[in-house]
């Protein structure tokens, strides 16, 4: 039990909920049946719990350096071994699971899943490291209609919108640690920019996503209902206010948080712009 517990809370459960609740909320939205949509959901809470544990399995001796007790792998005495053995069942699992879907939706979830290894692995110190969450979460919202028995992509401005998400994911998901990072060698591309600048990106690229959800709404149905108008307007907001606070005092934990709430409000909104399809 003391095993199984200490690998969930190193699989990132939060986010790992998060990414499979807004999956399944897309697969209702695109009209998948009850028995796929419980198979999409479940391939892709595989498929983050793969990326979740490999991420702190693989950073354990980093967050040894820094004294992170906030990480359980970090801990003398930790699973390491259990930690690698889950990453690669759940990792395959999350394949098998998608193969009964089908293979278009197979290969799209690969993508995904291959994005959040070869960050963890590699590209997470390196300029590339935003590539893994722009090619990852851009695939994101194709999932669900992928799934459907008759497999489609998600519209242009979908991609665009989940693309930007996983940018604004990926820059505020750092700042907490950027000190850490740097003192063990991981310079991604936000630890090169710095922590005021890519604090404005994350808000940057959520008004771009926002903006692509609002414009691809409009061309699909001839008009923006009220509800998408209210989201986009929401983040629009959190967005404005957020990156002028940002450039007028050093980011703070408030920041990331601001950041987190208009990434969900952006994801809502990718869902309702899927509903009106």
């Avoid at 001796?61 to 990453?87: E, H, Q, V, Y």
């Avoid at 291959?114 to 999932?143: D, E, I, Q, R």
Wanted: include cysteine; proline fraction near 6%.
């Amino acid at each position: 039990m003391r095993t199984a517990a200490v690998l969930w809370r190193s699989a990132h459960p939060g986010p790992t909920l998060v990414v499979s609740a807004i999956v399944a909320a897309l697969g209702v939205a695109a009209g998948l049946d009850a028995a796929r949509l419980a198979v999409l959901t479940a391939a892709v809470l595989c498929g983050q719990l793969s990326i979740g544990l490999s991420n702190d399995a693989i950073d354990a001796p980093r967050d040894r350096a820094n004294s992170r007790r906030d990480k359980p792998l970090a801990r003398p005495g930790a699973p390491i071994r259990a930690a690698w053995t889950a990453a690669f069942a759940t990792a395959g699992l999350a394949v098998v699971l998608s193969a009964v879907l089908g293979w278009p939706v197979t290969a799209a979830h690969i993508v995904f899943i291959g994005c959040g290894w070869a960050y963890n692995a590699a590209l997470k110190s390196t300029p590339w490291s935003v590539a893994c969450f722009v090619v990852g979460f851009g695939v994101v919202p194709s999932l669900a209609p992928l799934a459907l028995p008759d497999p489609a992509v998600a519209p242009a401005w979908a991609w665009i919108a989940g693309a930007a998400l996983g940018v604004a994911v990926h820059f505020s998901n750092v700042l907490p640690d950027l000190e850490d990072d740097a003192r063990t060698g991981v310079r991604g591309l936000p630890h090169r920019l710095g922590r005021r600048l890519s604090t404005v990106m994350a808000f940057a690229t959520l008004l771009l996503g926002a903006g692509a959800a609002l414009v691809g709404s409009a061309v699909q149905e001839g008009r923006v209902a009220p509800v998408t108008w209210t989201v986009a307007g929401a983040v629009a907001i959190l967005v404005v206010g957020g990156a002028g606070a940002a450039l007028v005092r050093a980011p703070d934990r408030m920041s990331f948080r601001i950041v987190m709430l208009a990434g969900l409000l952006l994801a809502v909104q990718l869902v309702i712009g899927t509903w009106a399809r």
